[in-house]
């Protein structure tokens, strides 16, 4: 069976080698996203025949692989089937997830009829185009442009790039944003332990990231990159929610001042969460990266 070992931080220069290669098109295949949620979803990989597997948990605590990267379509059935023993013998509750419609078209030429992939809804990443986020224009953004406009008249701000603010400042806001949740769910406290251990590394990573203080107080902060030509993916977005219009403001001058040069902007799934879904569906004008289950 395979031997995985859990991804650290040592691991990034062999995983890149293998992700920056691949045409991904979702947020799970960033060494960036896999290093946030290492601990959370117990990731970790193998390499077989010079192909990177990757294990992990979904938040339910269900293991599964993720699409192997780096094979080669004659590769494909072997890969498989090896990973339906490892499943097997791993009590694994699911073969396949997170996985991209490029990989379940090579599934279908390899097994036809005789695989049954699924989509997973809750799990479609939400992708925007970048010009709409930066003028929010047009009568469906009409709400959202008057929620950045109260936000500008109403408050005195100063924005400034992530690498600029100190570290300890950053983390302190984070906590700071996770006390006042009345939901401190297990996903949340691990989503900032990851933050607080990328921001820690933050000269290892080539992420863009952006804060905004208001009265010399740090209200929102946020993380993302550019993961092709054509793709941008937002990590991390926190904000001050009795700031009107905050969440609003980061989101449209991020992407006008990182990156207005990039078609579209991703900002990941919703895990089926009501608020987030309503959130995300709010600025109306979107497409979704799916992605697909197999069991």
Not at 39 to 57: H, Q, R
Not at 64 to 85: A, D, N, S, T
Not at 123 to 129: C, Q
Not at 228 to 249: N, Q, R
Request: overall charge negative; some cysteine; aromatic content about 12%.
């Amino acid at each position: 069976m395979l031997k995985f070992k859990r991804i650290d931080l040592n691991d990034k220069k062999l995983l890149d080698a293998y992700l920056n290669d691949f045409e991904y098109k979702s947020c799970e295949y960033s060494f960036t996203t896999l290093y946030i949620w290492k601990d959370a979803c117990e990731i970790e990989y193998a390499i077989y025949d010079n192909v990177l597997i990757i294990k992990k948990k979904d938040f339910d605590g269900e293991t599964h692989f993720m699409q192997p990267v780096g094979y080669k379509i004659e590769q494909l059935r072997e890969i498989v089937e090896m990973l339906k023993e490892c499943k097997i013998q791993l009590e694994m509750q699911c073969l396949f997830k997170d996985i991209e419609e490029n990989f379940v078209e090579d599934l279908k030429k390899t097994y036809g009829e005789d695989i049954e992939i699924v989509e997973d809804r809750d799990n479609f990443d939400y992708i925007y185009d970048s010009e709409k986020l930066i003028s929010l224009s047009g009568k469906k953004l009409h709400a959202k442009k008057n929620h950045y406009n109260q936000f500008i008249k109403n408050y005195s701000y100063v924005i400034k790039d992530i690498r600029e603010v100190s570290i300890e400042e950053c983390i302190k806001a984070l906590n700071y944003w996770l006390e006042q949740k009345e939901d401190k769910s297990e996903y949340l406290c691990y989503e900032i332990k990851g933050v607080e251990s990328l921001l820690r590394n933050i000269d290892k990573f080539n992420f863009q990231g952006m804060v905004v203080f208001v009265e010399d107080k740090i209200v929102a902060l946020t993380i993302g990159e550019k993961i092709s030509d054509e793709t941008a993916v937002i990590h991390i977005e926190k904000a001050d929610p009795e700031i009107k219009g905050l969440y609003t403001f980061i989101n449209k001058i991020f992407v006008e001042t990182c990156f207005s040069s990039i078609p579209k902007i991703n900002r990941e799934q919703d895990l089926g969460i009501p608020g987030l879904r309503k959130a995300k569906e709010s600025y109306k004008l979107f497409e979704f990266v799916k992605k697909y289950v197999v069991e």
